[in-house]
């Protein structure tokens, strides 16, 4: 014998239990039946040699009222459970996996604009003198990270001692350049810059500009030597400029140069000097007019009248 119970739908009253009490007990092989009205459910034993519950659910179907087996009523009921579990862990699964886009954009966007901002930039064509960084080393904004420079600089720059610096408030000065590596080249440059205060006593920073057309063609770049050397019409009329070398300064003190007289004679003279400018030249304010000879090497070798001979009269 097996057991079974079934799920009855439809029954209102107790003559409803009764027809399907009847209806299933006239089937060949059942043994017993119970129907509960208030459970709307139904236990049948039978021979399942002789019936099966497909029979007893058409004869409840017969007797007008719906009936079911309770293990797949819940069954179904298990598989919808299981079906709406699983829609929430995809519903779950989903969101979270919306929200990791979410993130995973906004990271993306922000590393992005993070990549733009560390492409660096040169206002000029150059090459990178120096580097102020290690490879991967963490920079914040405004930090120095290189020195660019240009391979051709039309910039000199030079201190000026102050007794000098009249010189450049005259509107007639003019400036010459000359390298070292160009020692027969004379570069004409322009005032572009100067300061009127020195934080320390080395002297005042001048700046001056070659025509970059200039430099450019004979490849002037930064880092080479040269001297500046500074006319005016005034320096030009009235002031005389000698080399360095010819200047006699002895211990007793005094500034002098050996000026070369009548036959080669040479006799002291004292003078008065001012500003050096160019690589060797000093300029004489006082004592000496120009044309003048004067002896401008071995001049500490020398006594008043000895002869001298000239080698490039």
């Known amino acids: 014998m097996k057991k079974e119970q079934f799920n009855v739908t439809g029954m209102t009253c107790a003559a409803c239990s009764a027809r399907v009490e009847k209806a299933v007990g006239r089937l060949p092989g059942v043994d017993k039946i119970a129907v509960n009205l208030l459970k709307n459910s139904m236990v049948v034993e039978y021979d399942e ?23 797949a009523v819940q069954q179904g009921k298990a598989s919808k459970s299981m079906q709406a ?10 969101e979270a996996a919306q929200t990791s886009y979410v993130q995973a954009k906004s990271a993306y966007v922000n590393t992005k604009d993070l990549l733009v901002e560390t492409k660096l930039r040169a206002p000029f064509d150059g090459v990178v003198e120096r580097t102020y960084v290690d490879t991967y080393e963490r920079v914040q904004a405004g930090q120095t990270i290189v020195r660019i420079v240009s391979p051709v600089s039309s910039t000199v720059e030079f201190t000026m001692p102050e007794r000098s610096m009249s010189y450049l408030a005259d509107t007639t000065t003019r400036f010459f350049v000359t390298f070292d590596n160009y020692p027969d080249r004379r570069f004409e440059a322009r005032l572009d810059s100067y300061a009127k205060t020195s934080s320390d006593a080395s002297g005042f920073p001048v700046s001056l500009k070659i025509a970059k ?56 003279q004292p003078v008065v000097t001012g500003g050096i400018f160019g690589r060797d030249m000093v300029i004489v304010e006082n004592g000496l007019k120009a044309g003048e000879r004067i002896v401008t090497a071995g001049v500490y070798r020398l006594r008043e009248g000895d002869r001298v001979k000239i080698l490039n009269p």
């Open 49 to 71: 040699t002789a019936l099966d519950t497909q029979k007893i659910i058409g004869a409840v179907t017969d007797a007008g009222y719906g009936a079911s087996l309770k293990e």
């Open 213 to 268: 057309a200039e430099a450019e063609r004979v490849g002037i770049s930064p880092g080479m030597t040269c001297s500046v050397t500074m006319r005016t019409a005034e320096s030009a009329a009235s002031v005389v400029g000698v080399p360095l070398t010819a200047i006699y300064a002895p211990a007793s003190g005094g500034t002098y140069v050996w000026r070369i007289a009548d036959e080669g004679v040479v006799e002291l």
């Open 85 to 94: 579990s699983a829609n929430d862990i995809a519903r779950q699964e989903y």
